[in-house]
C-alpha cells in the first residue's frame, strides 16, 4: 500500500497598480487602481492605514485633491489576498 501527502497552495492575487503612479504634482490627480488577477475585488484607503475588504472598495477612478498616500490590496475568491500596494501623492496647490 502507498500513501502520499499533498499540500495544495492557494493562488496569490497580484498586487493592485496605481495610474498615474505615485509623486508630486502641481495639479490634482485623478487616480486609478487595477489588478492583474482575474475577477479581483480591490479595496483601499486613503489615510495611510492599511487596507482590509472593510475599506472602501473600488469602483472607479477617484481624485486626490491634496498630498495623500493610497495603500490598496486585491481580493480574489479561494486566492491569498495580495499584498499591500502603496502610492503617495504630493500636490502642490
Excluded: E, H, K
Excluded at 34 to 62: H, K, L, N, V, W
Amino acid at each position: 500500500m502507498a500513501s502520499a501527502t499533498y499540500t495544495l497552495i492557494q493562488p496569490q492575487t497580484a498586487p493592485p497598480t496605481f495610474s498615474p503612479g505615485g509623486g508630486t504634482y502641481l495639479l490634482p490627480q485623478r487616480v486609478t487602481i487595477s489588478d492583474a488577477s482575474p475577477g479581483a475585488a480591490i479595496y483601499y484607503t486613503t489615510d495611510g492605514s492599511t487596507p482590509t475588504t472593510s475599506s472602501t472598495q473600488y469602483t472607479g477612478p477617484f481624485l486626490v485633491l491634496t498630498t495623500t498616500t493610497v495603500r490598496a490590496i486585491a481580493v480574489v475568491p479561494g486566492w491569498s489576498p495580495s499584498s499591500v500596494a502603496s502610492a503617495s501623492y504630493f500636490v502642490l496647490l
